[in-house]
């Protein structure tokens, strides 16, 4: 019976499959957590509310990138499946509607709807592999308790516990490559290395673009009801500029490419591929984009102001972590050139002076040019060097 199950398992993976429609409302959900810690930054800018956004989010897309290694291995086509993913929805707007409170009296709430995305995750992995599912389980509900025990303390002593849970969750995959191997279950090992290129590149871009539109949801809220003048317009413009920048930067010049290297990688190399890539290097480009988010609330308002020194680092500092994170991807990939995204990562930090002393107009001003300005370079270099833009 277990024979059979493997081996139905291995007929299903070497079917390619794209993303469902349930996969992209799952995402639609996870997304809210980005709002929420959109909105935990823009209430407060300043180095607390930062600290709490890089742990509470580095936590989350842990788990985010949990389901999606498994649906990319086992699309959820049956009912069960489907019921159980439709479940940790449900888990993820739980602690979506706590992330405001989760260092404060939402920390258990959080915690708790934390530890039934685990435990869901578990029961799906259990259902498509088996019972080899344990060695990578356990160290998730332990990094999800020490989330929820957090949530029973304030000060030092909950950073701490958020920290361990964070240690718990970088140790998770080497377990899981090195029991794979060697461990109960190891002949099953393919199961855990195999990637479906097509259908991870493709999930993962259609969460940043998701994540593009809080860029955009931000002008609407900073607006609120003010009538749309001429100098609004302007500043939504240039946010949308912004926005349609990071956007090429990735999809025109990435992803294509993203997608040729992982299909060119032997299926054991791409787990730790896609950890470094879509993990590690995607963290800084999606909390840059809900940090430039958090900016433009605060900003689209008051353009013709000299800005205070949050929202003009919440600019500058968002779009910079992007360019970071996607330095960091195009390295992992091997995608060449980065010298001129590098470079201009000091430039977009410089601008937060542009907006504290001329005003917010210029600061997005400023930020459309250099971003255009290194697309425009590096376009160039490309065109000398043979390398074509993708998409």
Known sequence: METEHRSEHRSEQRTEHRVSTL???FDLVFVFTITQLTVLLADDIGPRSAG???LIFTVLFW???GYAYLTNQVPPDRPVRRVLLLLAMGAFLVCALAVPTAFGDGGVAFGLGYLMVVLVHAALFTEAHGRGVVWFALPNAL???????????????????WVLALALQFVT????RWLAARGPGAEDGDQHGAISAPHFVERHG????IVFGESVIAIGIGVGSVPPTLGIVTGAFLTLAVGAALWWMYFVRDEGRAEEVFAGTPPEGRFKLALRAYYYAFIPMLLGIAGFSAGVKKTIGHLGEHLAAGPALALAGGVACYLAGDVAFRLVLGIRPVR????????????AAAGMRLGGAWQLVALVLVLVGALAVEGRAARTSGIRDSG
Request: charged share 5%; proline share 4%; glycine share 10%.
């Open 23 to 25: 996969e992209l409302f």
């Open 52 to 54: 709490q956004v890089l």
């Open 63 to 65: 788990m985010y990138g």
């Open 143 to 161: 990094s999800a308790l020490s989330v929820t025990a957090a949530g029973l303390f304030d000060g030092p002593a909950a950073w701490g516990l």
């Open 173 to 176: 995959a080497h377990i899981v």
């Open 206 to 209: 259609l969460l940043l673009i």
């Open 340 to 351: 001129f995204r590098a470079g201009a990562v000091v430039p977009v930090l410089a601008t």
